[in-house]
């Protein structure tokens, strides 16, 4: 799946995440004639490309396939605990990297834990899979309003190969969910009540999880199309602009330092949300909603050892990726009324240490965590430097970030929340909750978001491409235009969808 660029390509994606993925297998299902070649500036960790680390059985394994993932200035370490609750240090997760400077301007609360992933498969090589559905006000309206947005989803679900049954034979999992239903479920109707959280997960034969990344969303069909070929340490620095239109893209071999032109009909930049408008933005393609609507949810965490555990002959099992599945994941899902989306779920399933798991009842202790929509702002925005570059030569990222009068009183309102519904499953570890640092929840949104016409607040239409450049199109969780506390991935890779098949429809319209 690696070899020289080629000259010319029918369709050019910068990043190799779920939604760059996205792109790649719905055009090789519906344009199997196109070529197709995906630019990745990190290397491949995982076998096969684009795996999720947590089935990597070996540990030293899977610590390198995160340190490798870690950016242009990867390096080992012997601190690869990661998380930062309970620290006012700056400190990544595992698999990623922070921002160098510009993570916070004074005077403003700035991000100062933005992170990101450079790795074939992106972030999706170290998320905890969750893909809940949105719902209320974090719903995309003009995508409701022609009855295309739950289709787009269940696409998404299928390409993610969601599943809501993977934990079912967790032996807590139905206690955890019985004592938060009658906690919050009065007044909720079916579809927001206590449930299992829909995961991109699934169990394989001998009875060991597999979760998903890139590489399910790529499947079988992407990897045998003969016209498709991914690339990776591959810096794109440049998208390619003639006449007004998307032409092609320049990139640069990390391996060697040479640079190339590859021409396309069509460019996807689905980089990340920091990333794209960064791309953008060096390519002089700046309209004035790049990158502004910056958009992280805070992140309240909360641990509580279940109260009266029953006995259990459970062993745990998942072996091979070294989980101990006792609870599982449940999701409480997010309404206007009750402004948070929920997960409480096993430690080893966590992204971040919450707590030490207790030797003498494994499995008993869980972690909740709630996330809080926030309160749009124009002036929310990561801006570009037209002197200073990052790490890899591209524009440096300065963060404009604000929480108003209205995000304190919801991470307020959040953080008796989260006491309330902990207390109802057990004994809580601390007195008070645990508000993340900025930046945390690594669901950045809305800089690149999509509009239902270029009136200056929108950097594309609902089909991704970007207003007023015909044939480049971004693609991301940057792209979703609403306020959301879910988990955004689910989200952007069904707009993903609606973008790939956008170009597939111009592709079959003017073969070349």
Same mark, same amino acid.
């Given at each position: 799946m690696t070899g020289r660029y080629p000259e010319r390509v029918d369709v050019a994606i910068v990043g190799s995440g779920p939604a760059g993925a996205a792109y790649a297998r719905i055009l090789s299902e519906r344009s199997p004639?196109?070529?197709?070649?995906?630019?990745?500036v990190g290397p491949i960790v995982t076998s096969p490309p684009g795996a999720h680390v947590k089935n990597i059985a070996d540990p030293a394994e899977r610590a390198s396939a995160q340190t490798r993932s870690e950016g242009p200035h990867a390096q080992e370490s012997a601190d690869r605990t990661g998380g930062i609750v309970k #620290?006012?240090?700056?400190?990544?997760?595992? *698999?990623?990297?922070?921002?160098? #400077?510009?993570?916070?301007?004074?005077g403003e609360d700035g991000l100062p834990v933005a992170a990101m992933s450079s790795n074939v498969g992106g972030m999706a090589a170290h998320w905890t899979g969750a893909c809940p559905r949105p719902n209320d006000s974090e719903r995309i309206a003009i995508l409701d309003a022609d009855g295309s947005f739950d289709e787009l989803l269940s696409e998404a679900e299928r390409l993610l190969g969601v599943t809501t049954d993977a934990f079912d034979s967790s032996p807590y999992g139905d206690l955890v969910r019985t004592r938060l239903a009658a906690a919050e479920d009065a007044g909720r109707i079916a579809t927001t009540r206590v449930q299992r959280m829909p995961l991109a997960v699934h169990r394989r034969e001998d009875g060991n999880l597999v979760w998903s990344g890139s590489d399910v969303v790529f499947g079988d069909v992407t990897r045998a199309n003969p016209r498709f070929t991914l690339f990776d340490e591959s810096l794109v620095t440049r998208?390619?602009?003639?006449? *007004?239109?998307?032409s092609g893209v320049v990139v640069e071999?990390?391996? #060697?330092?040479?640079?190339?032109?590859?021409?396309?009909?069509?460019?996807?930049?689905?980089?990340?949300?920091?990333? #794209?408008?960064?791309?953008?933005?060096?390519? *002089?393609?700046r309209p004035d909603a790049l990158g502004r609507y910056l958009n992280d949810q805070a992140q309240i965490v909360f641990a509580v050892r279940i109260r009266d555990l029953p006995t259990t002959d459970a062993e745990g099992g998942g072996a091979a990726t070294g989980l101990s599945e006792y609870s599982g994941v449940t999701w409480v899902p997010f309404t206007d009324g009750m402004p948070f989306h929920g997960q409480v779920m096993q430690l080893d399933a966590s992204p971040v240490k919450l707590a030490d798991d207790d030797p003498a009842a494994p499995g008993s202790i869980v972690g909740l965590g709630l996330f809080c929509a926030k309160d749009l702002q124009a002036s929310d925005r990561v801006e570009f430097s037209d002197r200073d570059v990052d790490g890899y030569g591209m524009p440096a990222m300065t963060v404009h970030y604000r929480l108003t009068a209205r995000d304190h009183e919801v991470i307020a309102r959040g953080k008796d929340e989260i006491v309330r519904l902990g207390k109802a499953v057990g004994e809580p570890l601390d007195d008070r909750p645990f508000v993340m640092p900025l930046g945390a929840s690594l669901h950045y949104q809305g800089t690149t978001r999509l509009g239902a016409v270029d009136d200056g607040s929108s950097v594309c239409s609902p089909q991704g491409q970007v207003w007023d450049v015909p044939g480049l199109y971004v693609a991301g969780n940057g792209v979703i235009p609403t306020a959301t506390a879910c988990n955004p991935t689910l989200t952007g890779v069904a707009l993903a969808v609606n973008g790939a098949r956008h170009i597939a429809t111009a592709l079959a319209e003017s073969p070349e």
């Open positions: 004639e196109a070529t197709v070649a995906v630019f990745e #620290t006012t240090q700056r400190r990544a997760r595992p *698999g990623t990297f922070l921002l160098e #400077t510009g993570y916070q301007v004074e998208v390619l602009i003639e006449d *007004g239109r998307a071999d990390r391996r #060697t330092g040479e640079s190339a032109e590859v021409r396309a009909r069509f460019v996807v930049v689905a980089a990340d949300a920091l990333r #794209t408008p960064q791309l953008l933005w060096a390519s *002089g393609v």
